[in-house]
């Protein structure tokens, strides 16, 4: 394979993928476009896949570590509903993002809604597990200059959020 066909740095990559955990149950399965080398998908996935040539089906198992961090022992925060505008449907599994200490923003996870609260947590859903790819290439291209400088894969009818 030319390395035209290969992932490497500065490559947009399309893949078919599904997602397993430890014990086998399907998780998500489905197509993705990222720009390599930029953080666009876990570290992993990412490390796993360079060098891998169009048309190659690669199974990837990928530690907590490598990708959404080992879980912290914490107790769900607990948010009243009104901190949320009143016409947003709120459902555990929605994802937000928080303001930490120095102001940063801190994704947390809905784990819950009850009796006009709201539970969230720090952790991601998947975080502590052993995750387990089936991985399929089905493209391998270079990227475009403005897709370098913006860190991420445009679409076919370019970028608008710039």
Do not use: C, K
């Given at each position: 394979?030319?390395?035209?066909?290969?992932?490497?740095?500065?490559?947009?990559?399309?893949?078919?993928?599904?997602?397993?955990?430890?014990?086998?149950?399907?998780?998500?399965?489905?197509?993705?476009?990222?720009?390599?080398?930029?953080?666009?998908?876990?570290?992993?996935?990412?490390?796993?896949?360079?060098?891998?040539?169009?048309?190659?089906?690669?199974?990837?198992?990928?530690?907590?570590?490598?990708?959404?961090?080992?879980?912290?022992?914490?107790?769900?925060?607990?948010?009243?509903?009104?901190?949320?505008?009143?016409?947003?449907?709120?459902?555990?599994?929605?994802?937000?993002?928080?303001?930490?200490?120095?102001?940063?923003a801190l994704p947390v996870w809905v784990v819950g809604v009850e009796d006009g609260i709201v539970l969230i947590d720090p952790n991601h859903p998947l975080a502590g597990e052993t995750l387990h790819f089936d991985v399929t290439i089905l493209s391998v291209r270079a990227g475009t200059a403005e897709e370098l400088q913006h860190g991420?894969?445009?679409?076919?009818?370019?970028?608008?959020?710039?």
């Amino acid at each position: 394979m030319s390395e035209q066909n290969t992932i490497g740095a500065d490559r947009a990559v399309s893949l078919q993928y599904t997602l397993s955990g430890s014990d086998g149950t399907v998780i998500e399965s489905g197509q993705i476009d990222y720009l390599h080398g930029y953080q666009n998908i876990i570290p992993g996935l990412e490390s796993a896949l360079d060098g891998a040539a169009v048309g190659a089906n690669l199974q990837v198992e990928v530690p907590p570590e490598l990708g959404y961090g080992e879980r912290m022992e914490v107790e769900p925060q607990r948010v009243p509903r009104t901190s949320f505008p009143p016409e947003m449907e709120i459902e555990p599994g929605m994802q937000f993002h928080a303001r930490g200490p120095q102001g940063e923003a801190l994704p947390v996870w809905v784990v819950g809604v009850e009796d006009g609260i709201v539970l969230i947590d720090p952790n991601h859903p998947l975080a502590g597990e052993t995750l387990h790819f089936d991985v399929t290439i089905l493209s391998v291209r270079a990227g475009t200059a403005e897709e370098l400088q913006h860190g991420h894969i445009h679409g076919p009818d370019g970028h608008g959020h710039h």
